[in-house]
Structures are given as structure tokens and as C-alpha cells.
């Protein structure tokens, strides 16, 4: 296996594979032309999104926005999010309909070994799934191998290291559930 399949599976892999560095580079190019627009250019805006990242309608993205790679993140119809949304997707995000992100989110799929000697050299990921009509407040964190059930609620500032039903409001640190809709 080479290092994008490892990681792509979710195995760990060597960060720094050269066809890695360049599949990032390209996503941090677009991210920065993205985020250097005109607020009135939305349609270079859209443009760009669509080549970045897999979406099945309309998308708004407000700047600053920064992805690992951009072919791992899939997006439903209707997605919004608010300034300085961050992705790292090593493994999959998908991401349903209707879904709205608040300033400041974080979705991390990429996470390191805890042996600081290993962490040198290694990285792995966990895919993450947002279902539909989820609402992620500002400055929440999304972390690796998460589920969030469509129809939830995700408060400010939590940071969501479990999978997080359907139908609820869940905040905190670790982020829990704190009322079923």
C-alpha cells in the first residue's frame, strides 16, 4: 500500500509522502485564493469551492477556510458556514444537507500516536459523518471517528469526542447531551 491508501483506510502513514506534500499544497493554494476574493466575487468563490471539495448543491463558505486535502470532504445541498471553518481530512467528512457551522469550527479527522518518538514520523485518521439539519456553534471541535446524528444541535465552544445522536442538543467538554428534541 502506498501512504495516500494507508491513509485513506485510516492506517497510520508518513505525513510528510511527497505525493502527500503535493496533493496539500494544491489545497492550501486554493484555500488561499479563496480566502484572498473580494467579498463580492462569489462566483470565482463558488468556483474554487467546487474544485476543492465534493458538494451536491449550494455552498457558502465565508473566508477564512483551510482543508487538508479538499477530495476527502463531501457536503450536502444547503451547506453554510460562518468565517474561519477548518477541515483536516485525511479520511472522509461527509457532511448532509442542510448543515450550518458557526465561526471558528474545527473538523479533524487526522490525529497522532501519543509516543512523541513515533509521532515523528506517523499520522492516522478516523472519518467523521455530520447528518443532516446539524447546527455546529462557534468555536466547537469536531474530533476523529465522530458521528453527529442529523436533527442535532452542537454548542458553543464544545468540543465532541463521542459519536452525539439524532434529535438532541449536546454541549461541553467532552460534549454530552444535554436535552432529546
Known amino acids: 500500500m502506498d501512504e495516500k491508501s494507508k491513509m485513506l483506510a485510516g492506517l497510520p502513514y508518513d505525513a510528510w509522502d511527497k505525493q502527500l506534500l503535493q496533493e496539500r499544497m494544491r489545497a492550501k493554494q486554493l484555500c488561499h ?18 474544485e476543492l471539495i465534493n458538494t451536491k448543491g449550494s455552498v457558502l463558505i465565508e473566508p477564512n477556510f483551510w482543508v487538508d486535502y479538499g477530495y ?49 514520523t506517523t499520522e492516522y485518521g478516523a472519518p467523521i459523518t455530520i447528518g ?10 469536531i474530533m476523529p471517528g465522530v458521528t453527529i446524528g442529523s436533527g442535532t444541535t452542537i454548542g458553543a465552544g464544545s468540543i465532541v469526542t463521542k459519536d452525539i445522536p439524532s434529535n438532541c442538543v449536546a454541549v461541553g467538554s467532552p460534549c454530552r447531551v444535554i436535552k432529546h428534541l
Not at 443532516?132 to 471541535?141: C, F, M, R
Request: proline content about 5%; charged content about 20%.
Open 33 to 50: 485564493r479563496f480566502n484572498q476574493l473580494q467579498p463580492e466575487q462569489h462566483k470565482v468563490r463558488s468556483k474554487i469551492i467546487s
Open 132 to 141: 443532516d439539519n446539524v447546527w455546529i456553534g462557534g468555536n466547537a471541535a
Open 72 to 120: 476527502n470532504i463531501f457536503v450536502g445541498k444547503r451547506f453554510y458556514s460562518n468565517h474561519n471553518l477548518t477541515i483536516l481530512d485525511c479520511c472522509e467528512v461527509k457532511i448532509g444537507d442542510n448543515v450550518m457551522c458557526a465561526p471558528n469550527v474545527l473538523i479533524s479527522t487526522a490525529t497522532h500516536p501519543i509516543d512523541p518518538i513515533e509521532r515523528q
